[in-house]
């Protein structure tokens, strides 16, 4: 089938959903349950069939029905606290996870969506690195509200040291700002290579988890981060525009390499109903026309709280932790945490470096 037919397809598929629905106005008091885990399902180029949710097995007393507040409070912190906890890392992890994030085009919530993951995940205990590989328009630091001295522009030129540029970010995650200075990767001799590429191992092996907020779009630095990684999250939203333009990143990564860990969220969706029939539409799409089967990472709800957030400069996850958004976050790192592979092979910079020298 025809490219033609391929993009034919897709804006018929975009423009059979039905309107988004009406968020509610007022969110609950309380954290709601943690939503089901979609199973991954395995690919089938002859049929397209949605994931199969399993709810998660619930083992949580209930309070008695009379209790005085003190203990009501005890009980729900309690409570709270369960749902937010990751289980410790108990295998022989050799090195960082590595996860990409990255989207067809801008304006989906990206940076947002990595900054408040890596805050999660580093509450739970986690040792994470966000690194802001957006080099055209980096603004991680911006978002986090903390002052930048040095980005990733000095370490490839050899003026600083990788660790002289990670800065402390609100949460307790470290940031490495970006700039457009990193594409001088690509043209960086043999010796400054191996330089940077050592520090990035020695980074690898002393932290868990690696995040790396991409550019929008699929250009060479986008591409070459993305395959890099040990997964990949895409971020979309239910706007026909932001699907389309997912589509042809997927595309793309698919025609550059096979055996690809891709996942995709969906950020600002009405309902977590919505969130999924993106998803279905998005993979049937993918499984027909590129034979490739993509994961559900899961929804974050549309939320005042983000938009309130990001004019004040705080990650919404601490500025309104019982927000609809946050809870999504928080199922999110538990998906992304449990759903991991233990890394193996070489690091990002050794892929990415290799991939760079073919392309």
């Not at 097995?57 to 709270?80: H, V, Y």
């Amino acid at each position: 089938m025809t490219t033609l037919d391929q993009a034919q397809a897709l804006r018929k598929m975009v423009a059979a959903a039905p309107p988004p629905e009406v968020p509610p106005e007022v969110p609950p008091e309380v954290p709601p349950e943690v939503s089901p885990v979609v199973s991954p399902v395995v690919a089938q180029k002859t049929a397209v069939v949605p994931p199969s949710i399993t709810p998660l097995p619930r083992s949580r007393p209930k309070p008695p029905t009379q209790i005085d507040p003190s203990a009501q409070a005890l009980f729900e912190a309690a409570q709270r606290a369960e749902a937010t906890a990751l289980p410790r890392t108990t295998s022989h992890q050799s090195r960082a996870r590595i996860i990409a994030v990255t989207s067809g085009k801008g304006g989906v919530g990206k940076s947002n969506v990595s900054i408040n993951l890596a805050i999660q995940l580093a509450q739970a205990g986690r040792r994470v690195v966000l690194f802001d590989a957006d080099l055209g328009t980096a603004n991680a630091d911006v978002l986090c509200n903390v002052p930048v001295g040095a980005t990733l522009a000095e370490v490839v030129t050899g003026k600083r040291r990788l660790r002289d540029v990670m800065i402390d970010a609100p949460g307790g995650f470290k940031l490495v700002p970006g700039a457009s200075g990193l594409a001088q990767i690509a043209d960086m001799t043999p010796h400054e290579r191996d330089r940077l590429v050592q520090q990035i191992y020695e980074l690898e092996s002393e932290v868990d988890v690696i995040l790396l907020d991409t550019g929008a779009g699929v250009s060479s630095n986008v591409l070459g981060f993305a395959l890099g990684a040990d997964q990949i999250l895409v971020v979309t939203t239910p706007e026909p525009t932001a699907i389309t333009d997912a589509y042809a990143v997927l595309k793309t990564l698919a025609n550059r390499k096979t055996d690809l860990d891709i996942r995709l969220l969906v950020n600002m969706a009405h309902s977590r109903e919505e969130g999924h029939r993106v998803y279905q539409r998005l993979d049937a799409v993918c499984r027909q026309f590129l034979s490739l089967n993509i994961l559900y990472a899961g929804h974050i709800m549309h939320d005042m709280a983000v938009p309130k957030a990001v004019r004040a400069q705080k990650p919404f996850i601490l500025s309104a932790p019982r927000s609809e958004a946050a809870q999504c976050v928080r199922t999110l790192a538990k998906r992304v945490d449990r759903l991991a592979k233990i890394p193996d092979g070489g690091g990002l910079f050794q892929r990415m470096t290799r991939w760079m020298r073919r392309d």
